[in-house]
T-cell receptor
Framework: EAGVAQSPRYKIIEKRQSVAFWCNPI?????LYWYQQILGQGPKLLIQ????????DSQLPKDRFSAERLKGVDSTLKIQPAKLEDSAVYLC????????????????FGPGTRLTVL | QKEVEQNSGPLSVPEGAIASLNCTYS??????FFWYRQYSGKSPELIMS????GDKEDGRFTAQLNKASQYVSLLIRDSQPSDSATYLC????????????FGQGTRLTINP
């Protein structure tokens, strides 16, 4: 079974530029997540999709970040304009629930995109 | 108070010994608990999940959960140099529903 795919793996941009990341989840996984991981910290959820609908985007800086999952499969995360503090690894994860309890679902991560903002 | 707290380490353990990693959480409604291993420059890899009080064993790994004390631990028996990594504790459920809330991770070094 193929894992979560992400691209690009690395990106270097200057502040105020825009950037986009792509994610393709594990086949059949309805739930897709974007996390931001700053060096030395645990990942922090930015947005969660269930199929093509947003479940939680409470920690997404909506003035500069946007995400979509139009057909309920792959997803893109965009930053426009980027700030220095956006330098981080952006992780995509997907999951499929085990049984009826939604919180019993194991999330599997892609390789991540390392973003450096200069 | 952080929602999930871990000692950031580094934790240094000799090869062959038992490594013990600890985690506490603040949301009493949390239902699911996970341990992820993250090698430097890599993404988190799920190694254990636990949902009910007690112990869960998988090979050299044992996860322990005590919901009354809001405490989760991971034991690694017969530690190997390849176990050297950052271990992330995460919870799900409660206020966060399906959202994983991570601790900052504990950096573990196994010394040959």
């Amino acid at each position: 079974e193929a894992g979560v795919a992400q691209s690009p793996r690395y990106k270097i941009i200057e502040k105020r530029q825009s950037v986009a990341f792509w994610c393709n989840p594990i086949s059949g996984h309805a739930t897709l997540y974007w996390y931001q991981q700053i060096l030395g910290q645990g990942p922090k959820l930015l947005i969660q999709f269930q199929n093509n609908g947003v479940v939680d985007d409470s920690q997404l800086p909506k003035d500069r970040f946007s995400a979509e999952r139009l057909k309920g499969v792959d997803s893109t995360l965009k930053i426009q304009p980027a700030k220095l503090e956006d330098s981080a690894v952006y992780l995509c994860a997907s999951s499929s629930p085990k049984g009826q309890i939604l919180s019993y679902n194991e999330q599997f991560f892609g390789p991540g995109t390392r973003l450096t903002v200069l | 108070q952080k929602e999930v707290e871990q000692n950031s380490g580094p934790l240094s353990v000799p090869e062959g010994a038992i490594a013990s990693l600890n985690c506490t959480y603040s949301d009493r409604g949390s239902q699911s608990f996970f341990w992820y291993r993250q090698y430097s420059g890599k993404s988190p890899e799920l190694i254990m999940s636990i949902y009910s009080n007690g112990d869960k064993e998988d090979g050299r790994f044992t996860a322990q959960l005590n919901k009354a004390s809001q405490y989760v631990s991971l034991l690694i028996r017969d530690s190997q140099p390849s176990d050297s990594a950052t271990y992330l504790c995460a919870t799900m459920g409660g206020r966060g529903a399906q959202k994983l809330v991570f601790g900052q991770g504990t950096r573990l070094t196994i010394n040959p």
